[in-house]
């Protein structure tokens, strides 16, 4: 009797998933591949038309956003200091699109005109990942261009270029630097270009998020390793390693926002977006970049806690670092869409495809990925600024399977943002998706990194100027190359190794399944543990992503969507309790723990029950 009802289980199963996607040719490839050059050459053109030198474009007025100049947006003004943000950004998308000629103007220009000598308040986190990354990233490719004779040839520059961009990039890392002067190494989140930390606008917030923390050592470390001085590595390393051994004991978890002088916690929430997202990116790819593999021990700690308490089937879930089985909210964020292509350059292929499917009913749902949505795929935050995560893991599973359901999902993205996004002067963010309205700003991310993993999901990597594979991408998809590994730096020991357990170090340092420095990071050799035996993951991948993932999903909508919070009364709260906490969270209360206790904090909830919160 098992055997008939296992194919009835099975036929059941195939009715309810959609036909696999039909292939593309190479003639369709082509033609997306031409077309993303075009997107990107309208947003381009327009910014260094009617913006540049300014920071970044307002694409609806068609003119340059200049900080203190043009309406204040509160913090997110940080981003801008007077450098050429969307430019010096961009640099590297040139280079890989393969417009050479472009790209040399643009890095002379950078050369020319942008100094970062400004009596400015700044974001850390943002300056570093944005400029510094997209000096570096444009270095990178200036060495890269320069050790082919025949673009030599043809473009002198590449052979008078003199580092350049690394003398910047160093004067921009001194810069930052004065930030670590804390007492647990984490960085302030803003500092002054001129004036370092000797600004109270600086000092006055001591706060900062995990990943504005966390997410320095890449830029910082390969800073270092291009300037032979260890400095910058060192202090991003100390940054990361004060996170780390303030994770909850209990979880391997950590907090949101943390204290700078303290080093206690201010928002035990936890998850893999907003404000945490980089943290574990950079640990990740750390290891892949400096070849250190205590940042992989670490990483693979984090990434255990997070598929034991923060993945429910195809969901990523925010709970408690201290009590990591309570929910903390009822909903996700965009950031988070950028977990499924980590997970690609781990190796754990079927989790991404199971997530990236969850993201994909969004996009098509909407036409783009909400900035925030609930578990029945409601909006609960409904503006849309082009972000890259979702093109980003497109394509990451795109180079890893070959599975044309992924180009179909690029052409997607292609045609949303040609139908409800393209304006006069470039591509302009989407204020509210229920009423297609637009904002006046395109981030200067839209150039570096959405435009430029959609252009490599339809290309083919042998068409590029160069090798793909020899690189890896920064969270701002700069390309730092993988032989930086290979530089040795005097650098403290990380004290990490000191903590683990024998059985861990065993396991850790278990080399059977890490391939050495160029195999970290091809895609068509990726590894995995699986059971104790390593396995490659190979093209009968292609298929499985529209068989099998459809029902995994429905089932968790259902059962999110049908569970029911239990009311209750202020003197019966347990916050131990998970119908207590659904409860508070239908209100718009969430609880917040830290070392100093905890607190109810109030935010409005979509479809609040106003009464109750009162």
Known sequence: ??????????????????????????????????????????????????????????????????????????????????????????????????????????????????????????????????????????????????????????????????????????????????????????????????????????????????????????????????????????????????????????????????????????????????????????????????????????????????????????YLVDSHMHSPTVLSRRFMDALQIFWPGLQVLKGDLFSAIEIHRLYTQMNDQYGFIPEGFTMDLKINWAGAPLRPEFAESTYFLYRATGDPFYLNVGKRIIESYENFARVRCGYAAIEDLRLRTLEDKMDSFVLAETFKYLYLLFTDPDDLLFDLDAFVFTTEAHLLPLNLSTVKLDLAPFSQDQSLSKKEREFFHDDSCVAEPRDRYAFFYLLRVHSGVCWRHERDIVGWTSAHTQVVIGAFQEAFVNAQPIKVEPRFLNIDNPGHVAYLESIGVYIDMSESGVRLVHNQPLNSDTEGAR
């Open 1 to 314: 009797m098992a055997a008939p009802a296992l194919l009835v289980l099975l036929l059941l199963l195939s009715s309810l998933c959609p036909a696999p996607a039909q292939a593309m040719s190479n003639e369709q490839k082509l033609f997306y591949s031409n077309k993303v050059k075009q997107m990107f050459s309208h947003a381009y053109d327009a910014y260094m038309t009617h913006a540049f030198p300014a920071d970044e474009l307002m694409p609806l007025t068609c003119a340059g956003r200049v900080r203190h100049v043009t309406p204040s947006r509160g913090d997110i003004d940080d981003a801008l200091g007077g450098f050429s943000l969307t430019l010096v950004d961009s640099l590297d998308s040139l280079a890989v699109l393969g417009n050479v000629s472009e790209f040399l103007r643009a890095v002379t220009l950078v050369i020319d005109n942008v100094s970062f000598d400004n009596d400015i308040v700044v974001s850390t986190f943002e300056t570093n990942i944005r400029v510094l990354g997209g000096l570096l990233g444009a270095h990178s490719m200036m060495r890269e261009l320069a050790s082919k004779d025949y673009l030599r040839q043809e473009h002198p520059m590449l052979i008078s270029y003199k580092n350049k961009l690394v003398e910047m990039a160093k004067d921009l890392g001194d810069r930052l630097l004065p930030a670590f002067e804390t007492a647990t190494g984490l960085p302030y989140s803003r500092v002054n270009l001129r004036r370092g930390i000797n600004d109270p606008e600086v000092t006055k917030n001591d706060a900062t998020c995990t990943a504005c923390a966390g997410t320095m050592i890449m830029e910082f470390g390969a800073l270092s390793r291009f300037t032979g001085d260890p400095k910058y590595e060192s202090a991003a390393r100390k940054a990361l390693e004060a996170l780390w051994v303030r994770r909850a004991a209990i979880s391997d978890l950590v907090g949101t926002t943390i204290n700078i002088t303290s080093g206690a916690w201010l928002r035990t929430v936890s998850g893999v977006g907003a404000g945490i997202d980089s943290y574990y990116e950079y640990l990740f790819k750390a290891y892949i970049l400096l070849g250190d593999k205590t940042y992989l021990n670490i990483f693979n700690k984090h990434y255990s806690a997070i598929t034991k308490y923060l993945k429910r089937g195809p």
